[in-house]
């Protein structure tokens, strides 16, 4: 029986992402063309068959809500083309910091979606860096989470850094910084901050030391960039030699670049699972696309993924 062809196809937000993924995999994105009406309304159309074919839809899902409109329909387009297999491939899993009831009356966000996304016609997701791994468990369909540490973790030791001190940005990203100071056999710091409100830090503290140290934060997103500044400013406030950041999703709203250029950070390191609005001095840009790139050669070959989860 001959193998199930494979075919990968983009959302309109992450061409240049799945232009650089399908150069890895060794294959051509596949032809899709977007309708759009003058009210807004828009349509994808799959120009080639799928039929049988195991299917690769790449898209983070970032707000707005385009993006994962957009993801939907070219699901459903696919599921409805008789494909064999749907693949949605999220380097950025949008809405996934509602996937909880945080307060009385307010939606758990990441479990709708995850069976949204299924209702439309995915058989299988790869993503990256969830915000919290039990995302993983609003899905009945596999979910392949990726950790971006595997292409960070490279950067980092290349860097060299003396005095390594790993911090996390607050308490809830404490497990992903220990894994980081295990990696890099470094010691670790943790910020605990309280917020006035969403996205507004009334007060934080340091638990550790890092006089004399060259921290890394790590963080799997930088939205306002407000926690990473603020934590870089008190860590060089309390005797740090240099602070930089590691965060996985350049999600980077509002005053967001601003904040980065005026902060005592020496560089942002992310990676190009959402493209950057524009460019900055001050933020490095690794790729994951030879990741996702490997992991989506191996579901096609039925291959074992573990030795890509380096944490």
């Keep these: ?87 949605a491939v999220m380097p950025y899993f949008g809405w996934a910091r509602q996937d909880r009831k945080d307060k009385p009356r307010v939606p758990i966000a990441a479990k709708m979606i995850a069976s949204i996304l299924e209702t439309a016609g995915a058989t299988r997701i790869i993503t990256m860096d969830l915000h919290a791994d039990q995302i993983q468990g609003f899905f009945e369909k596999p979910v392949d989470h990726l950790y971006a540490s595997t292409v960070f973790l490279p950067y980092l ?16 990203g404490s497990k992903r910084a220990y894994a980081y100071s295990k ?34 934060l790590v963080d799997d997103m930088v939205d306002t960039a407000g926690t990473l500044t603020k934590a870089a400013d008190v860590m060089m406030e309390r005797g740090a030699i240099s ?3 590691i965060c996985t999703h350049p999600v980077l709203s509002g005053e967001a670049y601003d904040r980065i250029e005026k902060s005592k950070l020496q560089e942002l390191i992310v990676t190009d699972s959402i493209p950057l ?3 900055s001095k001050k933020i490095k840009v690794v790729s ?24």
Aim: charged share 25%; net charge negative.
């Design 1 to 87: 029986m001959a193998a199930t062809e494979a075919k990968i196809f983009t959302c309109t937000q992450s061409r240049e992402l799945a232009e650089k993924i399908a150069g890895h995999y060794g294959s051509k994105l596949g032809n899709v063309i977007t309708s759009t009406y003058s009210d807004g309304e828009f349509q994808p159309s799959f120009e080639e068959s799928v039929r049988g074919s195991r299917v690769f839809i790449i898209g983070s899902t970032h707000p707005g809500s385009d993006h994962l409109m957009e993801m939907l329909l070219m699901l459903d387009a696919a599921k409805r083309a008789s494909a064999r297999h749907i693949t």
């Design 288 to 311: 994951c696309a030879e990741l996702f790139a490997d992991v989506m050669r191996s579901v096609q070959d039925n291959e074992s993924i573990s030795s890509k989860f380096i944490m």
């Design 157 to 172: 030791k290349k860097l060299g850094l003396d005095n390594l001190t790993i911090a996390s940005p607050d308490m809830g």
């Design 243 to 245: 602070v930089r950041a």
């Design 183 to 216: 990696a890099l056999e470094s010691d670790v710091v943790i910020c605990y901050k309280q917020r006035a409100k969403a996205n507004v830090i009334s007060h934080m503290e340091l638990i550790g030391d890092v006089t004399g140290k060259n921290v890394v």
């Design 277 to 279: 609005r524009q460019e």
